[in-house]
């Protein structure tokens, strides 16, 4: 009988639709968070190329950090990690949800 392994893909569709391996993510010394690099991140963990814990520990982010990453993602797309269209996006969800 197979017990619960530690099985991961390989590799995950990136946010740009290309393949996505543990050697194309961000390096751990990241200090400048671009669009894409987050966008990446996020798609390692929902395809299981890494976990949360491991991506929080890796790049020393916190999980409201990654939690909101996620949620912009889902809201917005690529986009809504702007962070300078951070408060026009989540003013528009706002409005859109009232209704």
């Known amino acids: 009988m197979i017990e619960n392994q530690d ?8 946010p740009l639709g290309e393949p996505l391996t543990l050697d194309d993510l961000p390096s751990p010394k990241t200090k400048r968070w671009v669009v ?12 299981g190329l890494l976990t949360l814990d491991e991506a929080l520990e890796r790049y020393g982010l916190t999980l409201e950090e990654f939690a909101s990453w996620q949620r912009a993602i889902d809201r917005s797309g690529m986009l809504g990690l702007r962070v300078t269209k951070l408060q026009s996006y989540r003013d528009l969800y706002e409005r859109q949800h009232k209704f």
Do not use: L, T
């Open 36 to 47: 894409r690099r987050k966008a990446e991140v996020v798609a390692a963990v929902n395809g």
């Open 7 to 14: 099985i991961r893909p390989a590799q995950v569709i990136g």
